[in-house]
């Protein structure tokens, strides 16, 4: 059984990775367990020393659109020929994208592109996990969105990553009817708490503010507390892909994208659950200073899933952001109050 | 004002051509009303003699991405810099894009977004209007779709060239967020009578079961009669391309699509009126001949359009499927009853 991960050495990738390697094997769309032979982790940089130093682990590094143009025998450094599947986590974040459209096309729709082709030109039908996001859906004061998502609302994207993920959405659809691939798409919701450090998107502060009190640092709140979030521990998010990946196409379902379940909550919430499990002291080192592009973008999103699809796969959202804080400070050794 | 139509030598932009030369002016998108000085045709073939005659018809002759690709001054030989509005009618056809996934992509999703980035490159926020289509709407037995289409169910394309517009209006959606183009997403329906000669979408026959009977030449029907289709005469499909160029942003609303109004009826039914309006000798000429393939493919789409939006633009479906015959009956000086 041979898994190809891009975007294989960043926060998902590693964890997933990890997740899969100690599992072992894989019941691949609902087939009999196999033992997973190699793991092809693809990225722009390399995995951490223990995914890297695993006989199992093949590490492609580089940029992944040049990775997926065939050599003159068609094949791709990217997905060699005896894939089995590939979960597609790579992508240009959502701040990225609004600040660069041309390059939000090229990581996000070009590279998703050129990746299908390549699966199709394996002629296997491998199994193809991508991830999608809940910013396909967004509203504004003349596009309204229902609050709470159903798994067949109208996606109508208000960011341009949102609008290619959307549209990756529909490819995938289309190369699964096709039997090129067999696509699950599955939508992730906002991941927090990641750890590590701050990155391009603009939910990037939904970890942060938990983080960085938690290391002692100040953090930024850049949405008012009031403002409604969709939220997912890695934890959760790992077990939806992971899920993906073992579901049978009858107990997968349609080719539309499935949402995963999401705790909903607020900014000030967060914040007063970390004031619940770390201290007021802790708390107290967040700022709320309002930026009224990210609220806007972060504003947007919807506050909550009813995540019908992903139920009857078993999935379930964590208990409360509480419980989020309190594993990420048992991960991280954090000092917890 | 100049204008550019993608498609214009084909029927439908023909059909648009006329109609804006007769008409002399365009209150583009809700402005005061300014003479057409220049339409120009992009299309593989050359338009009609009338057209290409007009002198203020400028024909641009050979295949859309070619014409798009940039020279070293950023102009684009299909996007002349004074252009102020471009309606974009050229496509591969359903039948095409099922038979060739990669001939699909190219021409419809590629050759749009090649497009919309000339028209993003004039710096200037062009009108642009995209001609999708119902086909973004399709159910099959493991998913379902609602009879009558609202304005915001869910798209869930069952072929390739319903995928690639409904990606098509995504990026029309998001060039329109940022600024580059005034996008209007039009869902055309099944435009049916169609006068010339079959071409290759899949819905082919819904213009020639009627067509070809009243040219005195047998037709085969490859669906079912009770197969449901929702149809718009080429006068009311104009009508809805006209108001789409016309409407102001505040009268066009969001930048989801629209769908235009549809005649819901069924093959039987389309024949039945043949028989009352040119005779039962007529409607005899129609040999049903199921097609596995083709039902499938029209079985998948909608039977009929709830379209609100439309009817606030004042756009309203034909009255029925006799007074559609009886007006290509008229328009063709076929022999009537």
């Not at 997933?16 to 609902?30: C, E, H, K, Y």
């Not at 695993?54 to 050599?71: C, E, F, M, S």
């Not at 403002?227 to 349609?254: F, K, N, Y």
């Not at 919807?302 to 009857?312: C, E, L, V």
């Amino acid at each position: 059984m041979h898994i190809v991960v891009t975007g294989g050495a960043g926060f998902l990738g590693v964890r997933l990775a990890r997740t899969l390697l100690a599992q072992g094997s894989v019941a691949l769309a609902g087939a009999a367990p196999r033992p997973i032979t190699r793991l092809t982790l693809v990225d722009r940089a390399a995995p951490p020393a223990d995914l890297a130093g695993d006989a199992r682990v093949t590490t492609v590094i580089g940029d992944l659109n040049a990775l997926l143009q065939p050599d003159a025998q068609g094949a791709t450094p990217a997905v060699p020929p005896d894939t089995n599947a590939v979960v597609h986590l790579a992508a240009a974040v959502s701040g990225e994208c609004e600040a660069d459209f041309d390059l939000g096309l090229r990581s996000n729709l070009d590279a998703t592109r050129a990746l299908l082709q390549a699966c199709r030109a394996l002629g296997t039908q491998p199994v193809f996990v991508f991830s999608s996001s809940l910013a396909v859906f967004g509203h504004t004061a003349e596009q309204p969105m229902p609050p709470i998502i159903e798994d067949d609302t109208l996606p109508t994207p208000q960011n341009s990553y949102g609008i290619q993920k959307f549209m990756c959405e529909q490819l995938v659809a289309d190369c699964t009817r096709k039997g090129f691939v067999r696509g699950r798409n599955v939508r992730l919701m906002t991941v927090s708490v990641r750890p590590g450090r701050p990155n391009g998107a603009a939910s990037s502060f939904l970890s942060g503010i938990v983080r960085e009190p938690l290391a002692g640092e100040r953090a930024v709140c850049p949405v008012p507390p009031e403002t409604p979030v969709a939220l997912s521990s890695p934890t959760r998010t790992i077990e939806g892909l992971v899920r993906a990946l073992q579901a049978s196409d009858a107990e997968w379902g349609p080719r539309t994208a499935l949402n995963l379940p999401a705790v909903s909550t607020t900014a000030g919430e967060m914040v007063a659950a970390l004031a619940r499990v770390a201290g007021p002291e802790v708390a107290a080192l967040v700022d709320w200073v309002p930026d009224a592009h990210i609220t806007r973008l972060i504003g947007s999103w919807p506050a909550g899933m009813n995540a019908q699809r992903a139920a009857r796969l078993g999935l379930r959202a964590d208990t409360s952001f509480d419980d989020i804080v309190r594993a990420y400070v048992r991960e991280t050794a954090a000092p917890a109050r």
